[in-house]
């Protein structure tokens, strides 16, 4: 039950990064790649602060430099990147799609290589969790695919399913947050030049950022980080795709958008598709302990 409440508040955390970024860049308080960078800096800070006061210092100076820190980094910075580059021409809706049947196929792969391969309920639940998404998020009227913009989208859900399965192995789980996102925040800059952001900063928009930086984001990583050595690479990939739910559900509770059967239904999909997904995972525990 712990598990899974801090698993939900996680994944609570990952759909408010979205709100937050909606009202952001939607609202016109600023640009996409200049909130990606507030957001990256604003967690920075808010880890290296909680670091200190655990006592967490040395640790984490002694891996700064280590080739798994940049990695992590590196991966931080392909998901931010991409993701805020593609939403600038992507529907969200297929944006979501493309990015976390990414990260599903990847953690997926990643589960088989290193002897913990899928089973068929496992898939069938990840396949009826991965349809109900598509039947909420998809429009309904209809809408082109734009090839870089979903490459981009493709890069950054490979970027977060390496950052994912780098934290399996990480021992302390806020130092390692806190590393990569000072790596990430410095790899952060080239994209920002290239791609001309910053043009557009206001201070609301710099308080959504570093609200998404401080609290969802960093925070939000860090206890991603606590809980993935205790999830299967199936079931983290799987438990994932409730976040374009949740911050449809909480864009619904919040801005009072409409919540019709399209939405009931696919929830339901959802939601009974990582059911399956996580409750076979116990059982297969046991069976490999035996």
């Known amino acids: 039950m712990r598990l899974f409440l801090l698993v939900s508040l996680t994944m609570t955390a990952f759909a408010a990064n979205s709100i937050l970024g909606r009202e952001a860049i939607g609202g016109g308080y600023m640009d996409a790649t200049g909130f990606g960078l507030w957001r990256l800096v604003s967690g920075a800070l808010m ?6 006061l655990r006592g967490l210092e040395t640790w984490t100076r002694a891996r700064l430099m280590r080739p798994a820190s940049l990695w992590g980094g590196a991966a931080l910075t392909l998901y931010m990147a991409g993701f805020t580059l593609a939403y600038q021409d992507l529907d969200a809706g297929l944006g979501a799609l493309v990015l976390f049947g990414v990260v599903q196929i990847s953690m997926f792969l990643w589960g088989a290589v290193k002897g913990a391969p899928a089973t068929g309920l496992r898939v069938a639940g990840a396949a009826l969790a991965f349809g109900g998404l598509a039947y909420v998020v998809w429009p309904q009227e209809g809408a082109g695919v734009p090839l870089a913009a979903s490459l981009l989208m493709a890069a950054s859900g490979l970027g977060w399913g390496i950052y994912s399965l780098l934290g399996r192995g990480a021992r302390a789980p806020l ?3 806190a590393v990569n996102f000072a790596w990430s925040s410095v790899m952060m800059l080239p994209v920002l030049l290239l791609a001309g952001g910053g043009s557009v900063v206001s201070p609301y928009g710099v ?40 911050a449809i559900l909480a864009g619904a509770a919040l801005l009072g958008e409409a919540v019709g059967l399209r939405l009931v239904f696919g929830t339901m999909a959802v939601l009974g598709g990582i059911a399956l997904v996580v409750l076979r995972a116990p059982a297969a525990r046991q069976r490999a302990a035996e």
């Open 47 to 52: 880890l290296a602060l909680l670091c200190r």
């Open 175 to 177: 130092a390692a947050t």
């Open 207 to 246: 308080f959504l950022a570093a609200l998404s930086g401080a609290v969802t984001s960093g925070l939000g990583y860090a206890l991603w980080y606590r809980v993935l050595p205790q999830l299967l690479p199936a079931v983290a990939a799987t438990v994932q795709l409730s976040v374009p739910v949740i």
